[in-house]
């Protein structure tokens, strides 16, 4: 069974530049979730996706970041204008469902260091 | 306070040794307790997983819940330098919902 698949791995932009990560889950995989994981921090979740609707976007900062989940499959995560403090790597995870003893499972990340 | 508080070590010790990693939290709330390994520049993968109180037992891996305290632990028995990696506690009120992670261990086994 393939992994999580997420890309680029490594990133390097200008504060104010654009940005955006790409994530293909497990297939069959229902719920997607973004998370930021800050260096010497554990992952702080950004979105939830159920199929293509939003479950959770209480902590996406909305004026800069988006997400998006066309056709539920795919999803981008979009940070517009990036800060320094955006430096950080961006972990994707899915789950079949959303039900006890899911487990979640996780790509390798997107690195990103904002200069 | 942090809602969720893990000593971030790093922790080294010799192989064979018995580990301890321990996370306290806040929320009472929480009923869902897990453990991911993060091996560098990987995602987590996760190790045990436990529903409210309790322990549970996988091979060399022993995770304890204890609500009263609002304390979880995981131990490693005869641990292998295969084991050196970051270990990261995470806990939910509802299950794979809003997951609330602790900062990470580091641990380096030594042979």
């Known amino acids: 069974e393939a992994g999580v698949a997420q890309s680029p791995r490594y990133k390097i932009i200008e504060k104010r530049q654009s940005v955006a990560f790409w994530c293909n889950p497990i297939?069959?995989?229902?719920?997607l979730y973004w998370y930021q994981q800050i260096l010497g921090q554990g992952p702080k979740l950004l979105i939830q996706f159920q199929n293509n609707g939003v479950v959770d976007d209480s902590q996406l900062p909305k004026d800069r970041f988006s997400a998006e989940r066309l056709k539920g499959v795919d999803s981008t995560l979009k940070i517009q204008p990036a800060k320094l403090e955006d430096s950080a790597v961006y972990l994707c995870a899915s789950t079949q469902v959303r039900g006890q003893g899911e487990t979640q499972y996780f790509g390798p990340g997107t690195r990103l260091l904002v200069l | 306070q942090k809602e969720v508080e893990q000593d971030p070590g790093p922790l080294s010790v010799p192989e064979g040794a018995i580990v301890s990693l321990n996370c306290t939290y806040s929320?009472?709330?929480?009923?869902?307790f897990m453990w991911y390994r993060q091996y560098s520049r990987k995602g987590p993968e996760l190790l045990m997983y436990t529903y409210s109180s309790g322990n549970k037992e996988d091979g060399r891996f022993t995770a304890q819940v204890d609500k009263s305290s609002k304390y979880i632990s995981l131990f490693i028995r005869d641990s292998q330098p295969s084991d050196s990696a970051t270990y990261l506690c995470a806990m939910s009120v509802y299950n794979n919902n809003d997951m609330r992670f602790g900062a990470g261990t580091r641990l380096t086994v030594k042979p």
């Open positions: 929320n009472s709330a929480f009923q869902y």
């Open positions: 297939s069959g995989h229902a719920t």
